[in-house]
């Protein structure tokens, strides 16, 4: 049902999340960042990405999963 599809949904949102935010964070410590204004925009990339996986593991804990 809808809620079924939501929980499947939210997961897999997390696990992009996950994949991007470990892939930034390759960039960040292997040497390939070129500048302070493009350090300054992936650090910014792993705020907003830690924020919405919070939010979407706050949605999944309160439906029970």
Request: glycine share 10%; net charge negative; charged share 30%.
């Amino acid at each position: 049902g809808p809620l079924m599809d939501g929980i499947l949904l939210a997961e897999h949102l997390l696990k992009s999340i996950q994949e991007r935010r470990s892939r930034i964070s390759e960039m960040m410590t292997g040497g390939t960042v070129k500048d302070i204004e493009e350090y300054k925009q992936l650090v910014g990339n792993i705020e907003s990405l830690d924020y919405i996986g919070q939010e979407l593991r706050e949605i999944l804990e309160k439906a029970d999963v």
